[in-house]
T-cell receptor, first 113, second 116 residues
Framework: DAGITQSPRYKITETGRQVTLMCHQT?????MFWYRQDLGHGLRLIYY???????DKGEVPDGYVVSRSKTENFPLTLESATRSQTSVYFC????????????FGSGTRLTVV | AQSVAQPEDQVNVAEGNPLTVKCTYS??????LFWYVQYPNRGLQFLLK??????LVKGSYGFEAEFNKSQTSFHLKKPSALVSDSALYFC??????????????FGRGTQLTVWP
């Protein structure tokens, strides 16, 4: 099916472990984004990408790494997970036309214990 | 800098009454404005958008929003609220200039509760 999919849906990991959250879109949208959502903070941008091999930091990039070798995939890696990274993570994509908004994935609920 | 403000963290309304969720914005350039809704344990879903033209925009589930350029506002409205409208609502703005290309700027969200 066409769309934007995130995996896994739920993840529990231990402090210090590396974990990768996957995001895949089937529209060939140019732009892709990673947000985290925490109570009281709304949506905070972690990283974004304007095209394959082009990525840039958002508001809260520390502790995260991204890559985009193919247009359709935008994985987010927590290099050494900390409890403060317990959150719900959303991936989104967007066309390179100004009158378009995001399409969001269903989210990944990550718990770091 | 681009920013969006949703001045109310919470809005409570009785079923059948009209509802308004407020949004104001501050941008450099021409704004494209959006409303998203998030139901519990779900991702954000697109509701409606303002691009140009008629200031009153109609969207999904009977929602509408009014763009007011002089007041830099884009309030979300519905004439008659339903209990099923209870959700978290986000206002967002897009301004494609320089480093902001493609990016949406979000308000912090407003929790709407409609009681029976």
């Amino acid at each position: 099916d066409a769309g934007i999919t995130q995996s896994p849906r739920y993840k529990i990991t231990e402090t210090g472990r590396q974990v990768t959250l996957m995001c895949h879109q089937t529209w060939s949208h140019s732009y892709m984004f990673w947000y985290r959502q925490d109570l009281g903070h709304g949506l905070r941008l972690i990283y974004y990408s304007a095209a394959a091999d082009i990525t840039d930091k958002g508001e809260v990039p520390d502790g995260y790494v991204v890559s985009r070798s193919k247009t359709e995939n935008f994985p987010l890696t927590l290099e050494s997970a900390t409890r403060s990274q317990t959150s719900v993570y959303f991936c989104a994509s967007n066309k390179d036309r100004p009158n378009y908004g995001y399409t969001f994935g269903s989210g990944t609920r990550l718990t770091v214990v | 800098a681009q920013s969006v403000a949703q001045p109310e963290d919470q809005v409570n309304v009785a079923e059948g009454n009209p509802l308004t969720v407020k949004c104001t914005y501050s941008v450099s350039g021409n704004p494209y404005l959006f409303w998203y809704v998030q139901y519990p344990n779900r991702g954000l879903q697109f509701l409606l958008k303002y691009i140009t033209g008629d200031n009153l925009v109609k969207g999904s589930y009977g929602f509408e929003a009014e763009f007011n350029k002089s007041q830099t506002s884009f309030h979300l409205k519905k004439p008659s609220a339903l209990v099923s409208d209870s959700a978290l609502y986000f206002c967002a703005v897009r301004v494609d200039r320089g480093s902001t290309l493609g990016r949406l700027y979000f308000g912090r969200g407003t929790q709407l509760t409609v009681w029976p």
